[in-house]
């Protein structure tokens, strides 16, 4: 495991901000991009049964 300093975080959430659109464009199936954040806790069980029920991509 590795420590994220401060300007590291601060440089992967730029990057982050900067390429969200493509990022998004680039997910053409929710569930293992759902899966993978309830998996590394950025979000909840709950949350992830929210998303996963309310999703009206096709599979």
Do not use: C
């Amino acid at each position: 495991m590795f420590t994220l300093t401060k300007a590291l975080e601060k440089a992967l959430l730029q990057h982050f901000i900067y390429m969200k659109v493509d990022i998004a464009y680039a997910i053409n199936k929710p569930f293992p991009f759902f899966e993978a954040l309830r998996d590394k806790s950025f979000i909840t069980e709950r949350m992830y049964k929210l998303l996963v029920a309310g999703s009206s991509w096709s599979s």
